[in-house]
């Protein structure tokens, strides 16, 4: 259903804009190779050889992670703040406090990313991956 789904979204979009450079996922889980390998023999059947990347997104409610910001007196970090906690593992602060004068009512917990492609190369590019974890974050926003 995944591979259906991905299907007609890279349709519309090659209709829309001609080619497509590559395809990323945001996923609510990660992506195991055997769930993966559909998408890529469609993406294939569409005579599409671009690299997938997916971004496994998942909240915090647990108690495995936590960060601060000595230098705040509430000690949350400023919204947009991104730790990395591991091999293209990081967490993504989407809070209320957007400068470090401001003090936040709640405390939502960071999301967790990870990053990952059967191309490893292009998370390598720093500037990739902070681009993939902007999408991120302005799609957050919207919600």
Known sequence: MLAGSIRK???RYIVEHETAERLIIHFYKRISDRELQPIISTLHKLGLNIPVIVV???KTESKDLIAFDTNAGDLMPVSDTIIQTGHRQYLLFNNTKYNTKYTVKDWPFPIKLELTSKDDHLLNDIATVKELID???????MY
């Not at 999408?135 to 926003?141: D, K, L, T």
């Open 56 to 58: 496994s997104i998942n």
């Open 9 to 11: 979204a890279v349709m």
């Open 135 to 141: 999408q991120v974050y302005q799609f957050s926003r």
